[in-house]
């Protein structure tokens, strides 16, 4: 692997290396809370299914993912730097960023946008036919502003009248849109 982020499509092997780029960059996601640590027990969440005990959370997430999904990583010579999933179904729906994480040791490296203009074209190529205007949409914390930011640089607008609580995590999402 070289200096420059190689971008491919994730197997099942690469769950446990996104889930170590994926728990940290939860945890720098929203200030003043270890999202990632509250939310995932990262050695627990990455097993494999065995006798009765079901898959841990992170891998069935991933798993249905990459069944149903787009599930990209970038690779660096350190390993996993970051990943991107989305649904671009061609249809009445537009696009979705189900998520988008990088590392934080690899912030500001470019890696986030190179994944999100791979999704963007990915989705450009598939000419998706959507019921309005809207290509795609992703949902981010809205007590994350670097993610707000970093979505705004990349093309897409916020829906300001649409919120949604994460009961679970106590915190509400935004919508983003990226428009025709």
């Not at 999100?116 to 074209?121: C, G």
Request: hydrophobic fraction near 40%; charged fraction near 25%.
């Amino acid at each position: 692997m070289s200096a420059t982020p190689m971008l491919r499509s994730a197997t099942l092997q690469d769950i446990p290396a996104l889930a170590e780029a994926m728990v940290p960059a939860a945890n720098f996601s929203i200030p003043g809370r270890n999202l990632g640590d509250e939310l995932y027990d990262l050695e627990k969440d990455v097993q494999e299914a065995r006798g009765n005990q079901p898959p841990g959370k992170i891998r069935t997430q991933f798993e249905e993912q990459m069944k149903m999904h787009n599930v990209w990583l970038a690779e660096v010579e350190a390993g996993v730097a970051g990943g991107i999933a989305w649904r671009d179904t061609v249809g009445c729906t537009p696009g979705e960023i189900l998520s988008l994480f990088v590392h934080p040791r690899f912030h500001g490296r470019g890696i986030g946008t190179l994944l999100l203009h791979h999704a963007k074209k990915h989705a450009l190529g598939h000419s998706l036919v959507t019921d309005g205007e809207v290509l795609m949409e992703v949902r981010c914390f809205e007590k994350n502003p670097r993610a707000l930011k970093f979505y705004e640089r990349g093309g897409f607008v916020r829906r300001e009248s649409v919120v949604e609580l994460v009961e679970e995590v106590g915190e509400y999402l935004a919508l983003l849109v990226w428009l025709k």
